[in-house]
């Protein structure tokens, strides 16, 4: 009897065992380079810092958390991690899970215990989404414990597209210049906030997280009722990006890249001072432009 075999395009080429490790590697490789780079250019870690690594259980922190673990392996400074994660009292949400493997992995860790997840329902009209206060309620409770045990910086997993996104909606929607820093002081001046993913693409995260195999936890507080604004802005980048392969990654070199003398921001440059001919003020010419008629008064 004749065998019979399957068409051409019934088969699926599958990578060769080899080529993935060999690619993960690459991809690991590149991660610690753009993590170490953004620590680097922001002076994110100092010697003997006592940092606080925000676990929310998503492939974002565990990331941040892989990558800093590495690094501090061949860091030219020592420093502290110790995970921290907000147990919201989210219905069937799965406590187990991240004491488990930050023991396996020999992280310190400590899980606050706070209801905001009754609270958020609770205030929030049924409809709306409840990512904002969800939010504010979270960073409070991170902040508070951050300031009890003494943390000198608190790592957040946002990455080079979250900080691409905020730009757009703060443009959009508040008509304001403004995003996400990679490192910033909190309103109240007591915490330096880090975020260590700055340069990594969310593209690269989502590939690195499903080849190190994280026990994922998604959120369902908010998880299926993403802020519709942010979620429209995240289309179109993800369309960009499509039909503009790098555009994403442009538009975040150019966050670094200001050019105050271009832009309309008196607070920035100085307009006024930049005469026709000269680099002199001009003294009266542009007074009434500021409603300032008091030089112009009749004898």
Not at 168 to 184: D, E, R
Request: proline share 7%; charged share 20%; with cysteine.
């Amino acid at each position: 009897m004749d065998a019979t075999f399957p068409s051409q395009h019934n088969i699926t080429a599958r990578p060769a065992p080899g080529r993935i490790r060999r690619e993960q590697c690459k991809l690991a490789k590149r991660l610690r380079r753009q993590v170490g780079q953004a620590i680097a250019d922001f002076g994110m870690i100092e010697a003997n810092d006592k940092i606080m690594v925000c676990l929310s259980g998503g492939k974002d922190s565990y990331t941040l958390l892989d990558m800093l673990l590495q690094l501090r392996a061949k860091a030219p400074v020592p420093f502290e991690l110790t995970a921290v994660n907000l147990d919201q009292k989210q219905p069937g949400f799965p406590k187990h899970v991240l004491p488990e493997y930050l023991s396996s992995i020999g992280v310190p860790y400590h899980i606050i215990e706070q209801d905001t997840y009754s609270v958020v329902t609770r205030v929030v009209p049924e409809g709306k989404t409840l990512c904002a206060l969800c939010s504010r309620m979270r960073r409070g409770a991170l902040y508070a414990y951050a300031e009890t045990q003494g943390f000198t910086k608190i790592a957040l997993g946002h990455h080079r597209d979250d900080m691409v996104a905020t730009f757009f909606m703060n443009l959009f929607h508040h008509a304001k210049l403004s995003g996400m820093p990679p490192k910033l002081r909190s309103d109240n001046g007591k915490h330096v906030v880090i975020r260590p993913l700055a340069y990594v693409s969310e593209t690269d995260i989502i590939a690195y997280a499903d080849a190190r195999e994280f026990p994922i936890i998604p959120c369902n507080l908010c998880g299926s009722q993403e802020n519709l604004q942010r979620k429209q802005v995240g289309v179109m980048l993800k369309a960009w990006e499509k039909e503009y392969p790098g555009r994403i990654e442009q538009i975040a070199r150019a966050l670094g890249n200001i050019r105050p003398s271009q832009l309309a921001d008196q607070s920035l440059f100085d307009f006024l001072a930049l005469g026709r001919h000269s680099n002199t003020p001009l003294p009266n010419a542009h007074a009434w432009l500021a409603g300032d008629l008091a030089n112009d008064t009749a004898p």
